[in-house]
Each structure stands twice: as structure tokens, then as C-alpha cells.
């Protein structure tokens, strides 16, 4: 083998290593943002001040970062501005209800209803846009149906004062909003739009439309003074948040999108330790089962739609 070879080899093993280490990093953090958002409710912020600062909070550090890097946001077309109002309405509805979800019932759960995204994309191509019905993918969206209901009888879904069935239904759609939003990227070509302004608008948006439903169903938004306060915000803002878009879209360039969306499966099971460790979740064997089908139901989706494409 040649001298030429074998450092060209280990260039891409050196690439692949960090690309799962980046993958790994995006997934894991994003498991967090159950834990931030729900220490600052027992603060006693409401959900739309959490998600005015969680969003706020990355925009303007990605605006910096743009600025630094002198990368323009400027929109250049109306097919740009109409893409990411739509789009960071659908990413807004997911946070909202999945922060709705999260008080409600066990954010572990909530979190893995949401991991199922890519098995609702699957079945919303089959059912919208015509795309061949395999058996494999129509096993996949039949377990995954059972695993939510696994987790919907089983215990350990009930927290104190919420409501399960809000909880689970707030979930879902979360689910399905996360699941349009990807749709809806690709079939617009959203994804083309240069990422880094791409990224910014939606968190802008978000955070617009989060501060303005504040002032009018809260009639106010708090304004944040205490200091372990700013560290959950800066937790849910950077680390959840700008700290796992950006690893994520490092991973998807060194190692794909297939393996980097298998490895997602840590956002839910970081979530599910986190959650039995600091906001004492315990979970049963119905749910333990439910949670495992459902990891395991949409990593082999993902798998399988990678190996198809390519055949």
C-alpha cells in the first residue's frame, strides 16, 4: 500500500472518528433541554419566557458568530423570506408542545414521542406524496405505534400535577410538526439556503413569535435577574440549542445523515437518565419496552431509507 494511500485512509478514519464525536455531542446536548426548560418552570417562568430565551439566546450568538465570520443574513428573495416564516412556525409548534409535554408527563418520554419523527415522515410520504409502501417501513410505523402505547399504559408516565393525556397528545403533535418541518424543508429546498443564515432566521423568528404570544397571553415576559437562572437559559440557549445545530451539521458533513440521525438516539436516552437522576423519573417495564421500540424502530428506518436510496 502506498505512502499516499495510507495517509489518505487515515485522513477519512481521523474524519469518521470525528464525525461520530460531533454526532454524538448534537444528540447528547439537545437531551438536556428537558432538564433546563423544566428548572426554569419551577422558577416560575412560563413556557413562553423559556422558549423567548432559549431562542433569543442562540439568535444572538449565531448573529455574532455571523458577524465575526462576515457572513451576510440578508434574504435575497421573497422564496427565502416565505420558507423560513413557514418553516420556523412549524419549528416554533414543536418546541411549544413539546415543552407543554414535557410538564405534563415524563420528559423522557416526551422526548423519545418526539425522537419519532423520522418514522412520521416515513408514513406521511407513503400517505401524501405516493412513495412505495415497503413491509419494512410498514412494520416500523405498526411497532412504533406500539411502543407509544406501551408508554401510554405503562408506568412511570405521570408527574405530579400534569395532565397525561395533554401530555402524550401535546407530544405527538410535536412529532408530527418536527415531522413537517423536515418535509416541508425538502420539498421547498429550504435546505439549500445557506446554513448559517438559514439557522439564524429560524431562531429569530421563534423567538419573535414566542415574545409576542408572552405579552399577549401572559400580558408581560419576565425579565430574568437571578443567576442560576441565567445558567439554565444559557444551558437551554447554548448547549441544547446552538451547541447541538452545530455539531449536528458537522456530523451530517464528515459522517452523513443516516448515521448522525441513528446516533440522534441519545437525545432521548440522555433525556431518560437525566430524567431519573435530577427530576426523579422512574419508569416501569412497559416503558422501558416502549422506549426501546421505539429508539430501535426508528434507527432501522432511517437505515433502511439510506439503503434503498442507494439501490
Known amino acids: 500500500m502506498s505512502t499516499t494511500l495510507k495517509k489518505y485512509e487515515k485522513k477519512q478514519k481521523r474524519i469518521r472518528i470525528n464525525g461520530v464525536f460531533y454526532a454524538v455531542i448534537s444528540s447528547a446536548s439537545f437531551g438536556f ?24 439566546t442562540a439568535a444572538i450568538v449565531l448573529m455574532v458568530y455571523a458577524a465575526c465570520k462576515k457572513k451576510t443574513l440578508r434574504l435575497t428573495s421573497f422564496d427565502e423570506v416565505w420558507k423560513v416564516v413557514l418553516l420556523s412556525a412549524l419549528r416554533s409548534i414543536t418546541a411549544i ?8 408527563i415524563a420528559s423522557g418520554i416526551a422526548s423519545t414521542i418526539n425522537f419519532m419523527y423520522p418514522v412520521v415522515v416515513a408514513l406521511s410520504m407513503m400517505i401524501f406524496f405516493g412513495e412505495h409502501k415497503s413491509p419494512a417501513d410498514i412494520i416500523s410505523i405498526l411497532v412504533s405505534i406500539f411502543g407509544v402505547y406501551l408508554l401510554a399504559s405503562g408506568d412511570g408516565i405521570s408527574v405530579e400535577g400534569g395532565n397525561t393525556t395533554l401530555g402524550l397528545i401535546c407530544s405527538i403533535i410535536s412529532a408530527l410538526s418536527f415531522a413537517a418541518y ?78 448522525t440521525s441513528i446516533l440522534g438516539a441519545l437525545q432521548p436516552l440522555t433525556a ?35 439503503t434503498a436510496k442507494n439501490h
Not at 33 to 56: E, H, K, Q
Not at 212 to 218: E, S
Open 33 to 56: 433541554s428537558p432538564l433546563f426548560s423544566l428548572c426554569l418552570i419551577a422558577a416560575g417562568l412560563t413556557n413562553f419566557d423559556v422558549l423567548s430565551y432559549r431562542w433569543a
Open 97 to 104: 408542545t413539546l415543552l407543554i409535554g414535557y410538564e405534563n
Open 182 to 259: 423536515y418535509i416541508v424543508m425538502k420539498r421547498t429546498k429550504a435546505d439549500k439556503i445557506e446554513v448559517v443564515k438559514f439557522t439564524t432566521w429560524i431562531m429569530i423568528l421563534s423567538a419573535l413569535y414566542f415574545i409576542v404570544c408572552g405579552l399577549i397571553f401572559d400580558g408581560r415576559l419576565t425579565i430574568v435577574t437571578d443567576g442560576r437562572q441565567w445558567f439554565y437559559i444559557a444551558g437551554l440557549g447554548l448547549w441544547s440549542t446552538m451547541v447541538s445545530n452545530f455539531t449536528g451539521v458537522k456530523a451530517v458533513r464528515r459522517i452523513g445523515p443516516t448515521f
Open 272 to 306: 431518560v437518565v437525566l430524567g431519573a437522576i435530577f427530576l426523579d423519573e422512574h419508569f416501569g417495564i412497559k416503558t422501558i419496552i416502549g422506549i426501546v421500540l421505539i429508539m430501535v424502530t426508528v434507527m432501522f428506518t432511517v437505515a433502511h431509507k439510506h
